[in-house]
């Protein structure tokens, strides 16, 4: 306590810290009012497959438009959601979104995508959490096998028995189920098999320093591939922004792409735009692989 440290704590109060503190206060108060308000927004980010040499997904990613400070990253207020409980009411909003969205393209005869959203741990625990997926597909209408659920290694470690009973319920929707950020959590891979999966997501920490010679990430994501495919799983690779990563990629069969060297995440203008253009064009650059 400060007052047993003696005078000298005080100086631990940087106005910096102040700054920093005050600010999550404010964020945490203001995002109560953020979905109500309409400042949330979904943008999404193409998936590119080497199997078809162009756009077969995007993923779903909250941005947060907060009237006086501007855009607000996800990293800086999804905690503050999960620990006030607000993730819950957003995570079933940009679902909805994500879906109602995906399902909007189908209807204006674009070619269908994927949409890939991602799950909070909290959400994920809710007792409710696959009757609100089935609800949400039944109001938007948007056909299952379209939508996929991005979870991470931690939220299938807990609570086991219960975390099977829900991904089943969810495979038997119809719905499609990814790993995010794999290789960053648990280290042991064996609980990979005891669940139904779909996808393995390489995290974009490995995919980063691919090219830098001295790491280990050259051969994590060698392994990762072969994992995945050993277990019948799709492997994609996130944070992809060069060539020689694509390349890298492509040798070590890796099935599916996302990341800057193939586009930002986009407003759903600017992704509509480029659905009316087609999804194999050479602005995925990878028509060279087929
Ligand atoms: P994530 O799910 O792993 O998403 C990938 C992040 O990498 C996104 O950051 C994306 O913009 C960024 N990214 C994509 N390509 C590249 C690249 O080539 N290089 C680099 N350096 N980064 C790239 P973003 O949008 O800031 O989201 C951060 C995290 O916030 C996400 O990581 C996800 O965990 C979380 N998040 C985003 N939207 C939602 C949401 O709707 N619900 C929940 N629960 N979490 C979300
Ligand atoms: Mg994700
Ligand atoms: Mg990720
Ligand atoms: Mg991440």
Known sequence: HAKEQGRNTYRFYTPQMHATSMEQLTLSNDLRYALERGE?????????????????GVEALLRWIHPKL??????RFIPL??????IVPIGTWVLHEACRQAMMWVAQGLPSLRVAVNISAKQFRESDFSDTVKAVLQTTGLAP???ELELTEGMLIENVTQTKLTLQSLKDMGVTLAIDDFGTGYSSLSYLKHFPLDRLKIDKSFVKEIAEKSGDAAAIVEAVVALGHSLKLTVIAEGV????????????????????FFSRPLTPQALEELLRKGVNGPEFCLYRYQ
Not at 40 to 56: A, N, R
């Open 40 to 56: 949330l927004h979904l943008c999404y980010q193409p998936q590119v497959s080497f199997e078809t040499g162009g756009l077969i």
């Open 70 to 75: 501007g855009m607000i990253p996800p990293d």
């Open 81 to 86: 959601a999960e620990d006030t409980g607000l």
């Open 145 to 147: 096998n379209l939508l």
């Open 241 to 260: 922004e060069q060539q020689d990563q694509v390349d890298f990629l492509h040798n070590r069969k890796c099935d599916e792409l996302q990341g800057y």
